[in-house]
């Protein structure tokens, strides 16, 4: 999986896979048949975890609010490392003009994400943060799509200072 993400499918050979995972080549095609499968178990698998970790992260947050604040802000610590985006939008714009199937799985786990913020939107919205006339579905896309842009600006270089400023715009935004 962190060899896809790093590179991208078309960027990672097989070379790449058979070292990072320490089989032949055999071995990988008898476990998972192809590259081809592998990348989209690895995607799949990527989507189930952080799916899963938006919803610890809504259960265990004190209020809707800081846990949209606490997401926006999981950018900054791309900027301490080697910003790799995120798995599931990386593959959505590489692959997903060419590759319908995959388009459409992407396009799932973008909607299982979007669920977990749309909770944390209507969350806000009962506690006050966030005003009830607005549309949490459209809030929740918002901010999907901040983030992708967020993750985007963190590969090209955007430092911690420009990246505070757009999630303070952000964040005005929805209230």
């Known amino acids: 999986m962190h060899q896809f993400w790093s590179k991208g499918y078309e960027h990672t050979s097989m070379h790449d896979l058979l070292a990072a995972m320490n089989l032949s080549k055999s071995s990988l095609y008898q476990a998972f048949g192809s590259k081809r499968q592998l990348f989209r178990r690895c995607v799949g698998r990527y989507a189930d975890q952080f799916a899963a970790q938006l919803r610890h992260g809504l259960a265990e947050a004190p209020s809707g609010w800081r846990f949209i604040e606490d997401f926006l802000h999981s950018v900054l610590r791309d ?67 901040s983030m992708s842009g967020l993750k985007v600006q963190a590969k090209a270089g955007a430092d911690a200072q420009t990246l505070k400023g757009i999630i303070a715009v952000v964040l005005g935004a929805l209230a």
């Open 79 to 145: 900027v301490a490392g080697t910003p790799r985006g995120c798995l599931v939008m990386n593959t959505a714009s590489e692959l997903g003009q060419s590759e319908p199937e995959i388009a459409r799985e992407m396009s799932r786990s973008i909607g299982r994400f979007r669920e977990v913020l749309q909770a944390a939107v209507e969350r806000a919205q009962r506690e006050g943060d966030i005003a009830p006339e607005r549309d949490a579905w459209t809030l929740a896309t918002y901010l999907v799509s």
